[in-house]
């Protein structure tokens, strides 16, 4: 049983479509975030999801929106796709907001914007 | 601003071959430092925490080593299955919310 399950597991698109990836865990943590990826393996943080709190917001764009309808789901929207937004996409889980260091992956969402 | 710097970028090894990965950083106060293996198309995979210098972890074929501006990850006797990036991060800052901040990551490569 998946503890961390991100959707779609890729996802190719034109510049400017706008799009979505969904991501759920099974394991009872209260903490969630999304990490991105680049082509040179560096990952970021973009946002963390306290019980459906937002506690971290980095310096992404506008055109990123982070949901969190409840504390086991965090889904990431992008508006008005650029190429640069290509990438891979992690969720990731922790117990609480204290405890980020063992955070839970998910196996990712590999984004490609042409 | 935190910094991690792991090196070297890329490792090749015979299986059997003992070596270590680097992990240097620069960070305001320094809250723990974690090692990850990821694998290909893949999420990474939490190995290790690290609090203060001196603290030692194993796993297996894994011991990582913490001092105050760096951290090792020794492989000792590693087979192909070791094969892996593997990253370090480090939390630093305030008590809540706190982000990590990851290196490149090593990519290791253990021949048979």
């Known amino acids: 049983d998946t503890a961390v399950s991100q959707t779609p597991k890729y996802l190719v698109t034109q510049m400017g479509n706008d799009k979505s990836i969904k991501c759920e865990q099974n394991?009872?943590?209260?903490?969630m975030y999304w990490y991105k990826q680049d082509s040179k393996k560096f990952l970021k943080i973009m946002f963390s999801y306290n019980n459906k709190e937002l506690i971290i917001n980095e310096t992404v764009p506008n055109r990123f929106s982070p949901k969190s309808p409840d504390k086991a789901h965090l889904n990431l929207h992008i508006n008005s796709l650029e190429l640069g937004d290509s990438a891979v996409y992690f969720c990731?889980?922790?117990?609480?907001?204290?405890?980020?260091?063992?955070?839970?992956f998910g196996e990712g969402s590999r984004l490609t914007v042409l | 601003e935190d910094q991690v710097t792991q090196s070297p970028e890329a490792l090749r090894l015979q299986e059997g071959e003992s070596s270590s990965l680097n992990c240097s950083y620069t960070v305001s106060g320094l809250r723990g430092l974690f090692w990850y293996r990821q694998d290909p198309g893949k999420g990474p995979e939490f190995l290790f925490t690290?609090?203060?210098a001196g603290e030692e972890k194993e796993k297996e074929r894994l011991k990582a080593t913490l001092t105050k501006k760096e951290s090792f990850l020794h492989i000792t006797a590693p087979k192909p299955e070791d094969s892996a990036t593997y990253l370090c991060?480090?939390?630093?800052?305030?008590?809540?919310?706190?982000?990590?901040?990851f290196g490149e990551g090593t990519q290791l490569t253990v021949n048979p």
């Open positions: 991060a480090v939390q630093a800052g305030e008590t809540s919310g706190s982000r990590l901040t």
């Open positions: 690290l609090y203060s």
């Open positions: 394991l009872g943590h209260d903490t």
């Open positions: 990731a889980s922790s117990l609480t907001p204290t405890n980020t260091g063992e955070l839970f």
